[in-house]
């Protein structure tokens, strides 16, 4: 059967149309839609007699947007050559639309890619027209740096290529102007950065390319590919952004900058970090519209929510919080002192860097280079009669004994310090030689946390909990008393990731998880008599703390965060 008997069993021609269109195809060299679409027939009616003659479901794509996480699948110049496009992710299959279903080395290409991949495909038919709009999905970021790099060839004569590449040449790399094509792709990186929520923008020379990687909830995809010899003068335009020295490229350099995208304004910290091949660049966002989070949107359990609201009403003491570089402590420190009174107490803060602006709040730049450490900057600090004092980090001796010595004289101090869990706050202030006499009436609370993806909306698979996620929470929540086991919302299944073609990762945004440990008077003579890590879990687990792993168990109780999360942890 072929289209024309399809077309004419579904009455959309006539038998008597057949032998005249089949003489119009032949005069078209053997085009048998051009012979129906100039006979007057619609494009929808042709594509769908072709759906039934293919076997193949029909997929109309009208009012859709592929994302780039699906677009990344498959090459642009690959769909454009074969014309077959990538439309979403479905139970782990990619689905794939395609014009033509006779074209076999179109075939053959999605069984490359898909054994590339490790991903089986699901095939759909699409129209011209839908097709048409997916390529021009591929226009975006790299569309608009493709078309300036096209500039930048036209602007770039043998000399002016040469010094691009980093070569002598007469004139400097200052000369960049508003409409210069490096300035174009810089603006466009920045602008798709900030419009997909990225949290950091990694620029690299890796040798023969320029990788351009975007963070997105916590994970690099690199986003754009650029020739080496447009290096320099990007690595100059960032430069010139965050007012750094262009002719120092062998130490490394902070800076910042501020730009307004698409009505927000965006703050930019950069740091750049001499390698192998050049410079790399490293862009931190900072949407200061976005402001500080809530602190009841932070993820705290109920408990650990009245714990942490009944500390900062503390009128001295010590707050920690530790976790790794990258795990929300600056943003739960934040939504912290933005709860504060700040106006009838004097706030101040030292900070490396300066994230986000607090109303209210006195916030200090700290220097290193120039000798304004967080020990000489809270040696300051309490000559400006403070009540509440933020240290952004401890990091040795001297900050650690400045900030137990601040909380002793009636001051509120919050702060981080680098541990793996609660627990280990009173041994590591400890070892920076904090004496034990001096924590127990100091530390209020020591906190741990980390990040972890939160599963998209109306989606994730269920699985019964039973086997090994059974095995692993009865061990994880063993020697939690029962007293407060019975709190715990046991559930009967969790969700484990399922991407699908609204969320192709299956992911989307972050939430902390928490670990707290509150100073009582058992922890108090534990600390006196024998403060190891293990005797400090034990005290903290009879308060009814929860661990970091057993937040996120009941943050996948509550069908938050996937299960996957949870063996991250």
Same mark, same amino acid.
């Given at each position: 059967?072929?289209?024309?008997d399809?077309?004419?069993k579904k009455?959309?021609?006539?038998?008597a149309?057949?032998?005249?269109?089949t003489? %119009?195809?032949?005069?078209?060299?053997?085009d048998?839609?051009?012979?129906?679409?100039?006979y007057?027939?619609?494009?929808?009616?042709?594509?769908a007699?072709k759906?039934e003659?293919?076997?193949i479901?029909l997929q109309?794509?009208e009012?859709?947007?592929?994302?780039?996480?699906v677009?990344?699948?498959?090459?642009e110049e690959s769909?454009?050559?074969?014309r077959?496009?990538p439309?979403?992710?479905s139970d782990?299959?990619?689905l794939?639309?395609?014009?033509?279903p006779?074209?076999?080395?179109?075939?053959?290409?999605?069984?490359f890619i898909?054994? #590339? +991949?490790?991903?089986?495909?699901?095939l759909?038919?699409?129209?011209?027209?839908?097709?048409?709009?997916?390529?021009?999905? $591929?226009?975006?970021?790299?569309?608009?740096?493709t078309?300036?790099?096209s500039?930048?060839?036209?602007?770039?004569?043998?000399? #002016?290529?040469?010094?691009?590449s980093?070569?002598?040449?007469?004139a400097?790399?200052?000369?960049?102007?508003?409409?210069?094509?490096?300035?174009k792709?810089?603006?466009?990186?920045?602008h798709?950065?900030a419009e997909?929520?990225?949290?950091d923008?990694?620029?690299?020379?890796m040798?023969?390319?320029?990788?351009?990687?975007? !963070?997105?909830?916590?994970? +690099?995809?690199t986003s754009?590919?650029l020739?080496?010899?447009?290096?320099?003068?990007?690595?100059a335009?960032?430069?010139?952004?965050?007012?750094?020295?262009?002719?120092?490229?062998?130490?490394?350099?902070?800076?910042?900058?501020s730009? %307004?995208?698409?009505?927000?304004?965006i703050?930019? &910290?950069v740091?750049?970090?001499?390698?192998? $091949?050049?410079?790399?660049?490293v862009?931190?966002?900072?949407?200061?519209? #976005?402001?500080?989070? =809530?602190?009841q949107?932070?993820?705290?359990?109920? !408990?650990?929510?009245?714990l942490?609201r009944?500390a900062i009403?503390?009128p001295?003491?010590?707050?920690?919080?530790s976790? =790794?570089t990258?795990?929300?402590k600056?943003?739960?420190?934040?939504a912290? +002192?933005n709860?504060?009174?700040?106006e009838?107490?004097?706030?101040?803060?030292?900070?490396? =860097?300066v994230? $986000?602006?607090?109303?209210?709040?006195s916030?200090?730049?700290i220097?290193?280079?120039?000798? $304004?450490?967080?020990?000489?900057?809270? !040696?300051?600090t309490?000559?400006q009669d403070p009540?509440?004092?933020?240290?952004?980090?401890i990091?040795?001796k001297?900050?650690?004994?400045?900030?137990v010595?601040?909380?002793?004289?009636?001051?509120?101090?919050f702060?981080?310090i680098?541990t793996?869990?609660?627990?280990?706050v009173?041994?590591?202030?400890?070892?920076?030689? @904090?004496d034990?006499f001096l924590i127990?009436p100091?530390?209020?609370?020591a906190?741990a946390?980390?990040l972890?993806?939160?599963?998209?909306?109306?989606?994730?698979k269920?699985?019964? @909990?039973?086997g090994?996620i059974?095995?692993?929470?009865?061990?994880?929540?063993?020697d939690?008393?029962?007293q407060f086991?019975?709190?715990?919302?046991?559930?009967k299944?969790?969700l484990?990731?399922?991407v699908t073609? !609204?969320?192709?990762k299956g992911?989307?945004? &972050?939430?902390a998880v928490?670990?707290?440990?509150?100073?009582? %008077?058992?922890?108090e003579e534990?600390? +006196?008599?024998?403060?190891?890590?293990?005797?400090?879990? %034990?005290?903290?687990?009879?308060?009814?703390?929860?661990?970091? #792993?057993?937040?996120?168990?009941v943050?996948a109780? &509550?069908?938050?965060?996937p299960?996957?999360?949870?063996?991250?942890?």
């Amino acid at each position: 059967m072929t289209l024309l008997d399809i077309l004419a069993k579904k009455g959309i021609i006539t038998e008597a149309d057949i032998h005249a269109l089949t003489e %119009r195809a032949n005069a078209l060299g053997g085009d048998i839609e051009s012979a129906l679409m100039n006979y007057g027939l619609k494009r929808e009616d042709i594509v769908a007699g072709k759906a039934e003659l293919y076997g193949i479901p029909l997929q109309n794509l009208e009012g859709k947007d592929i994302s780039f996480d699906v677009l990344k699948y498959v090459p642009e110049e690959s769909a454009a050559f074969y014309r077959f496009a990538p439309i979403g992710v479905s139970d782990g299959a990619l689905l794939l639309g395609i014009v033509d279903p006779d074209n076999l080395e179109a075939l053959d290409a999605i069984s490359f890619i898909s054994s #590339k +991949l490790g991903m089986p495909y699901k095939l759909f038919l699409i129209s011209e027209d839908d097709f048409e709009k997916v390529l021009q999905s $591929y226009k975006g970021l790299s569309g608009e740096v493709t078309k300036a790099l096209s500039e930048l060839e036209t602007e770039l004569g043998p000399e #002016k290529a040469a010094r691009a590449s980093g070569m002598p040449g007469a004139a400097t790399e200052t000369h960049i102007t508003e409409d210069a094509p490096v300035t174009k792709i810089v603006a466009t990186i920045l602008h798709y950065a900030a419009e997909g929520n990225a949290s950091d923008i990694h620029i690299e020379h890796m040798g023969e390319e320029i990788r351009v990687r975007f !963070r997105v909830d916590g994970i +690099l995809n690199t986003s754009l590919l650029l020739p080496t010899k447009v290096h320099a003068a990007l690595l100059a335009r960032i430069k010139i952004l965050s007012n750094m020295r262009l002719d120092e490229k062998r130490k490394p350099q902070d800076g910042r900058f501020s730009a %307004r995208i698409e009505g927000h304004r965006i703050d930019f &910290r950069v740091s750049t970090f001499p390698s192998y $091949y050049g410079e790399k660049a490293v862009m931190r966002i900072l949407d200061t519209e #976005k402001g500080v989070k =809530p602190l009841q949107e932070m993820g705290l359990s109920e !408990r650990n929510f009245s714990l942490v609201r009944e500390a900062i009403q503390k009128p001295y003491g010590m707050i920690l919080i530790s976790g =790794p570089t990258g795990s929300g402590k600056s943003t739960t420190l934040y939504a912290m +002192l933005n709860e504060l009174d700040r106006e009838k107490s004097n706030v101040l803060s030292l900070e490396d =860097p300066v994230e $986000y602006n607090i109303p209210g709040v006195s916030q200090s730049q700290i220097r290193p280079e120039i000798g $304004y450490t967080f020990a000489t900057g809270l !040696r300051h600090t309490l000559r400006q009669d403070p009540d509440i004092i933020m240290v952004g980090e401890i990091r040795d001796k001297e900050t650690a004994q400045l900030a137990v010595q601040a909380a002793l004289t009636g001051h509120l101090v919050f702060s981080t310090i680098h541990t793996n869990n609660a627990s280990g706050v009173i041994p590591r202030l400890i070892d920076m030689g @904090v004496d034990p006499f001096l924590i127990a009436p100091t530390l209020i609370l020591a906190i741990a946390q980390r990040l972890v993806q939160l599963i998209c909306p109306d989606s994730g698979k269920a699985v019964p @909990v039973d086997g090994s996620i059974k095995a692993l929470i009865d061990t994880e929540f063993r020697d939690l008393s029962e007293q407060f086991r019975k709190d715990i919302p046991f559930a009967k299944d969790v969700l484990q990731l399922e991407v699908t073609a !609204r969320c192709p990762k299956g992911t989307r945004g &972050r939430v902390a998880v928490f670990e707290i440990l509150k100073m009582d %008077r058992e922890l108090e003579e534990v600390i +006196l008599k024998n403060p190891a890590e293990s005797e400090v879990r %034990r005290v903290g687990r009879k308060q009814g703390m929860l661990t970091m #792993k057993e937040d996120a168990v009941v943050k996948a109780f &509550r069908h938050e965060i996937p299960w996957e999360e949870v063996n991250k942890l």
